[in-house]
């Protein structure tokens, strides 16, 4: 029978708490993630713009964002589909933060876990056509759903998809992406993005960098 070991990383957390004005939980989070120094700790929690990675490395972002400037203009009105998980739900208050800040006509649909399963659904791609909606958003999903984005398009909606989750291949090995207008994902085997494995969220704050920038 398997035996599990937990690896308790030490640190003196109280201190860490103390120095940086954090509870004792997030100290012992920041050294699981391998923050020893103060130095790095530091660096961590105050991370500026110019230490991030180019957000224009991901494939599609700027076709994105074009679509999306035409849409905010023409006033379209606006959905974003995410998911019910954690990184789901960041990454559509992070859309719709944004998107609300520049004075879009923009919601938000999460998908039921029983009734609508993962990602966009077709029953939530004719709810948005009956809404009205002209425009879609996936975040945290939506690089599977090419029967779902194909739906959408063939009634006349736009949709860009933004994802982070592994891209289906076909038997060639070459990506089999949905047919959106957009397609927003660091594993795309034509990103240069260097850190494949971010997630959902974060491709929602780079693609939202890009429209600020």
Not at 24 to 34: D, H, S, V, Y
Not at 55 to 78: G, N, Y
Not at 125 to 147: E, H, S, W
Request: glycine content about 6%; aromatic content about 6%.
């Amino acid at each position: 029978m398997s035996k599990w070991m937990i690896s308790a990383k030490k640190a003196d957390f109280n201190r860490i708490a103390q120095t940086f004005h954090l509870s004792p939980i997030t100290a012992r989070l920041l050294r699981n993630r391998g923050l020893v120094e103060e130095s790095e700790i530091a660096a961590y929690l105050n991370c500026e713009e110019g230490g991030l990675r180019d957000p224009f490395l991901l494939p599609d972002v700027e076709r994105a964002v074009s679509i999306l400037q035409d849409k905010l203009r023409e006033k379209k009105k606006i959905r974003i589909i995410g998911d019910y998980d954690v990184d789901g739900i960041c990454s559509s208050y992070i859309l719709w933060k944004v998107l609300n800040g520049l004075q879009a006509e923009v919601d938000v649909v999460l998908p039921h876990r029983i009734r609508d399963g993962y990602g966009i659904s077709t029953l939530l791609v004719d709810q948005a056509k009956k809404d009205g909606v002209d425009t879609i958003l996936t975040c945290d999903n939506g690089i599977a759903a090419r029967d779902q984005v194909k739906h959408a398009k063939e009634v006349g909606m736009t949709v860009i998809v933004s994802d982070h989750h592994d891209v289906p291949k076909e038997g060639s090995g070459e990506d089999l992406l949905p047919e959106a207008d957009a397609v927003v994902n660091p594993k795309r085997a034509d990103s240069s993005y260097p850190f494949h494995d971010i997630c959902g969220a974060v491709v929602a704050f780079k693609w939202m960098q890009v429209l600020l920038h």
